[in-house]
């Protein structure tokens, strides 16, 4: 068969009419692409997750509502010939009415889940439009007969196997006759209710139909022209990166580069499928690709920021030449699904990061966590940090790197940092308040 593109369009890329139209074009030049996961449009999935929670009022929850129509109104208005999909769209609209009625009378987890995945729905039958409008044969496909997940409302894992067998009985047969547009997001569980990935899942979900259809290419369109050396905002000597490898990548989707959902790279990788990340708004400036094998490795490739840490010292005398204590803690963690970032030891106390961002649908660093590692040790919680990771090659076996990059930074308190573990990055805790100034300071040096 012919080359395949899975192409995912992030919120911003279908926000608007006017957005929808440049990424149908996109599609419309590139014959590869013929699987198009979209996001909701921008804002949208913000509404939602408010909508979706167990203290909305009733005016706050007819407000949302209406914004939430406003934003696809924007869009329907621009359409012709779109009578079916108004009515569409309006159907899922009435039915998110009725599930906030029912998360208001009686909150759940599941509930929360069908009501965040109307945003996608929504963008997805409108996007099929847009195509279809361009003269393009296009089907809508609710992804949730293919993104088979288990329970875990918010968080959901996905069935492998299970996607892959049910998108070559079912996906695969119609790619050749047209363009399928389906959702990011949004998966089923074995109940038959309607999941979520978590936040910015999207990108996963493009990942996942892109392995599981044996694509040769993931394009990832966002709102900006690759992956830049580091965030535009924080110093305009930010500059976008042609190639980087997985290795690299990966580091910067999981150290804050908000670029890529951090889960993204992971079946990319498996599957040696070559990630492209570009912006829609201007798909002829090119865009950075991320594959296994590059050109050129520099020692340092960019720098990420990741605000909002939580750090936890966990401390115990009983540690001492002891053995089991941090299995004891880990299993703790475990069994509370918590995901460690950063570790440090020291013979008898413990730091882990956990990330910790606002809006986060999960739960973090509850209460009982602490309770129950406060049985164990002692516990100190400090907030307002900021993690830097500094991206490259070679960084474990490169000399200098410690002057190179603390001489610069050396009025600032260094709270934590890891480095030796990983050859791609090295990795440390800044006070919040300091966080910029120590990228832009970094940058400055590190890519003069
Ligand atoms: N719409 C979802 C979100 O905003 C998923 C995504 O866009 O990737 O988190
Ligand atoms: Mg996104």
């Not at 690299?248 to 670029?259: N, S």
């Not at 013979?347 to 649908?361: K, Q, R, Y």
Request: one cysteine or more; glycine letters at 6%; charged letters at 15%.
């Amino acid at each position: 068969m012919s080359k395949l593109t899975v192409a995912k369009f992030g919120g911003t890329s279908v926000a608007d009419h006017h957005a929808m139209l440049r990424c149908a074009n996109i599609v419309k030049n590139d014959l590869a692409t013929r699987v198009v996961v979209v996001s909701a449009s921008a804002g949208v999935t913000n509404h939602l997750v408010r909508l979706s929670q167990a203290d909305v009022a009733q005016d706050e929850q007819l407000l949302l509502i209406e914004k939430i129509t406003a934003i696809q109104n924007n869009i329907l208005q621009q359409l012709d010939h779109a009578s079916e999909v108004q009515a569409h769209v309006e159907k899922i609209l009435d039915h998110l009415a009725s599930l906030a009625q029912q998360q208001a009378e009686n909150y759940s987890a599941q509930l929360s889940d069908a009501i965040l995945a109307c945003g996608e729905q929504m963008s997805s039958v409108i996007f099929a439009h847009v195509l279809r409008s361009l003269g393009i044969a296009t089907e809508c496909f609710d992804v949730r007969e293919v993104m088979r997940t288990n329970s875990l409302y918010g968080k959901a894992v996905v069935d492998i196997e299970a996607l892959k067998s049910h998108c070559v009985e079912l996906l695969q047969p119609k790619l050749t006759s047209k363009v399928i547009v389906t959702q990011g997001f949004i998966g089923k569980d074995g109940l038959g209710h309607t999941t979520t990935l978590g936040r910015g899942g999207s990108d996963y979900s493009a990942a996942l139909l892109a392995e599981a259809l044996d694509a040769d290419n993931l394009a990832i369109w966002t709102d900006v022209v690759g992956i830049f050396t580091t965030d535009p905002r924080i110093t305009d000597q930010a500059r976008a990166i042609e190639e980087i490898s997985f290795g690299e990548a990966a580091e910067m989707a999981t150290f804050g580069a908000k670029i890529l959902h951090p889960a993204t790279l992971i079946p990319a990788m498996r599957h040696n499928i070559p990630v492209f990340v570009g912006s829609s708004k201007e798909p002829e400036k090119g865009g950075t690709r991320i594959q296994q094998q590059v050109n050129s490795a520099p020692t340092y490739r960019s720098i990420a920021l990741r605000k909002e840490q939580t750090l936890v010292t966990v401390k115990s005398p009983a540690m001492l030449h002891a053995s089991g204590f941090l299995a004891q803690v880990f299993a703790i963690l475990a069994k509370h699904e918590l995901s460690v970032d950063l570790i440090t030891t020291s013979e008898i106390s413990v730091a882990l990061t956990f990330d910790n961002p606002t809006g986060s649908t999960q739960a973090l660093l509850t209460s009982a966590v602490v309770q129950e590692l406060e049985q164990l040790c002692e516990v100190t919680i400090e907030h307002g940090l900021s993690l830097v990771a500094v991206i490259g090659n070679n960084l474990h076996a490169t000399s200098g790197l410690g002057s190179n990059i603390f001489d610069n930074i050396n009025e600032v308190n260094i709270r934590m940092i890891c480095h030796g573990a990983s050859a791609n990055n090295l990795c440390f805790l800044v006070p919040e308040k300091d966080a910029n100034t120590v990228v832009e300071q970094l940058h400055n040096t590190l890519f003069a």
